[in-house]
Every structure is written in structure tokens, then in C-alpha cells.
């Protein structure tokens, strides 16, 4: 069974906050790791790769741990603009034993001013 | 680029009618997929093709949900008859290679009356 799991928040924080999202997956072989954000009303667009020894794009950190699988998220100096939904991406073997990716539910950041 | 081409952006229809969503892929994509999201179920993976053949479909919820890409830049996604049950906003998505990042359209919001 498929599984990628996120707290769906939301998460309030004022600006210039530091925020972190977890996520957990349910797939110990899963290979390819990924957040994607989505804007109200919008599509998806990808944020961010995750790669085994983590690594950062600016003001967002991603990391995964393997043992425990998760993955997780980190935003530092929040801006108004950072207000959106976090996805957390992940291949998984779906019921028919095809791997595909696997998109969480999402977790809403909303950064105040 | 002009990136994944969905229409029509909205659609409102009546119970039982005929319903065709369209999507035009990135050029050079090899996969493309048709994604559903609601706000109880989240992104929920329709079909993939790869290279115009029908991967995977075990995501499609019933007999009237079809779809078919007959070339490298053409998919639709028809529901006949339409249910109220089958609103939601409807994405496709293209990407180079499998398990890999994915750019979607801006997607349909469909409501069946």
C-alpha cells in the first residue's frame, strides 16, 4: 500500500521565521524524493529534489533519512511569498505494481507579516 | 517553451453529459499522466502513457473515465457519463523519463451539476 503522509497544517508563521515539514513514506526502496509547491488555485510546480546527503537551495534546506523515511523541508527567513502548499513527492509501488510518483496531501505554510 | 497545454481551464456541466478534458505535453516529454486532486483525496494519479502507450490506469475510478494519446503531442481524458461525484481539478503532467521531475498544467476544474 501506498503511503506518503504530511501533517496538512496549516503552519503560522510570522516573517523571518525558520519552519520545518516532515514526511514519512511507506516505501523502503523508494529511490527518487522530491517537494513540490503548490499556490492556491494553481498547479504544482517542483520546488526541490531531495538527495540522499541532503542539500540546500538558498533560504530551503531538504533532507532525508533513510532509516526512519522521511524526508523533510526546511524554510528559513520565512517571506510572505513562501505562503503556499508543500508537497512531499515520492515513488511508490502503486496497486497495480507499477512505480510511479507518489504525491502527499500537502502541508499549508502561511507566513504573516 | 510553452510548457503543458490543458483546456478548457474550467468546465461546468450537467449529470450524464459527455466530458473531454485536453492536454498537449512538453515537447520531447515521453511520459505524460492524468492527475485528479480534491480536497479529501488530494493528487490522485489517473493513467500514464509512455510514448503513447497506456502504462498504467489502475488509478482510473471506473468504466466511465477513458483516455487516450494518440501522438506524441495529444491526450485527452473523457468521462461519459459525468457524475457530480467527478468534480474536481483535473491535471496532466509530462516528463522526461520515469521516475523523474514532472511539469504540470494549469489543469481543469470541472464541476458536474
Known amino acids: 500500500r501506498k503511503e506518503v503522509e504530511q501533517d496538512p497544517g496549516p503552519f503560522n508563521v510570522p516573517e523571518g521565521a525558520t519552519v520545518a515539514f516532515n514526511c514519512t513514506y511507506s516505501?523502503?526502496?523508494?529511490?527518487?524524493f522530491f517537494w513540490y509547491r503548490q499556490d492556491c488555485r494553481k498547479e504544482p510546480k517542483l520546488l526541490m529534489s531531495?538527495?540522499?546527503s541532503g542539500n540546500e537551495d538558498g533560504r530551503f534546506t531538504a533532507q532525508l533519512n533513510r532509516a526512519s523515511q522521511y524526508i523533510s523541508l526546511l524554510i528559513r527567513d520565512s517571506k510572505l511569498s513562501d505562503s503556499a502548499t508543500y508537497l512531499c513527492v515520492v515513488n511508490e509501488r502503486g496497486n497495480s505494481g507499477y512505480s510511479t510518483l507518489t504525491f502527499g496531501k500537502g502541508t499549508m505554510l502561511l507566513v504573516s507579516p | 517553451d510553452a510548457g503543458v497545454i490543458q483546456s478548457p481551464r474550467h468546465e461546468v456541466t450537467e449529470m450524464g453529459q459527455e466530458v473531454t478534458l485536453r492536454c498537449k505535453p512538453i515537447?520531447?516529454?515521453?511520459?505524460l499522466f492524468w492527475y485528479r486532486q480534491t480536497m479529501m483525496r488530494g493528487l490522485e494519479l489517473l493513467i500514464y502513457f509512455n510514448n503513447n502507450v497506456p502504462i498504467d490506469d489502475s488509478g482510473m475510478p471506473e468504466d466511465r473515465f477513458s483516455a487516450k494519446m494518440p501522438n506524441a503531442s495529444f491526450s485527452t481524458l473523457k468521462i461519459q457519463p459525468s457524475e457530480p461525484r467527478d468534480s474536481a481539478v483535473y491535471f496532466c503532467?509530462?516528463?522526461?523519463?520515469?521516475?523523474?521531475?514532472?511539469?504540470f498544467g494549469a489543469g481543469t476544474r470541472l464541476s458536474v451539476l
Open positions: 503532467a509530462s516528463s522526461v523519463g520515469w521516475i523523474n521531475i514532472q511539469y
Open positions: 515537447s520531447g516529454h515521453d511520459y
Open positions: 516505501n523502503s526502496a523508494s529511490q527518487s
Open positions: 531531495v538527495y540522499s
